[in-house]
């Protein structure tokens, strides 16, 4: 029986995506009356806004809360906490030291997917202790399968995780909207404008999934004196690339102050 505590979208996307192999075996415990009437109507599945009952009848059990709650989740499981349960976090920035301190085990693993996982197409990093067995982490990684693409890394990376995959659509969604406005200040109408800043992105990530390292595929576009340079040529006088790397290490740093917290 695999057990979410917390019903929020992240939770939903991989109710999602594991629903056809384990409907039957979900439970969600989820404080807002309205979100357990949704679950529970679009996915046949059992609720409870009572959090121990999942620890209770699940195996599995996902914590699926903001990083700010969790000390409050965590003192109120605690003492249900056996060695067959198998704890799963993808709250940013908690460590599994804090986890395994606060619930009394090490049967823990730290997951950062990111909001693609709504479509199936997220990015999940996995890391966790030795004491985790293969056939324990098959099924783990088969259920973040099941919402897009797994990567294993150990602990230390977890934060830079956070900054690039966990906050990218953000930062990625942010520019799309900056190249929506500019091709509305250059007269285009905003449905054209996004449609094209859309589809140009996701033909972009599309080519630069076949393996085409990023600086190749800036240079076929470019051409000496074209459109291209010019635009990028703004992007390093403005210093584009700064501007990114410190987005990329704010973020990092927060989720490492969240860890702390």
Known sequence: MIGFIGGGNMAEAM?????????????????????????????????????KEVVKSCNIIILAVKPQNMDSVSAEIADLISSDKLIVSIAAGITLSYLSSRLKT?????????????VQEGMSVLSMCECIHDKEMGLIKDIFMSIG????????????????SGSGPAFFA????????????????????????????????????????????REMVTSPGG?????????????????????????????????KE
């Open 227 to 259: 459109t291209t340079a010019a635009g990028l040529k703004v992007f390093e006088e403005k210093g584009l690339k700064d501007i990114v790397a410190a987005v990329i290490e704010t973020a990092a740093n927060r989720s490492k102050e969240l860890g």
């Open 174 to 217: 942010y520019f799309v909207e900056a190249m929506i406005e500019g091709g509305i200040k250059t007269g285009l109408s905003k449905d054209n404008a996004a449609e094209l800043a859309i589809e140009t992105l996701i033909g972009t990530a599309k080519l630069l999934e076949t393996g085409m390292p990023p600086d190749k595929l």
């Open 149 to 164: 693409k797994v990567m294993m890394l150990p602990e230390k990376y977890m934060d830079a995780v956070t900054a690039l």
């Open 15 to 51: 109710i999602k995506g594991i629903f056809g192999k384990h409907g039957r075996d979900i439970m969600v415990s989820e404080p807002r009356d309205e979100r357990r009437a949704y679950l529970e109507n679009t996915y046949k599945i059992n609720t409870t806004s009572d959090n």
């Open 106 to 118: 090490s049967k823990i693993i730290r997951v950062m997917p990111n909001t693609p996982a709504l």
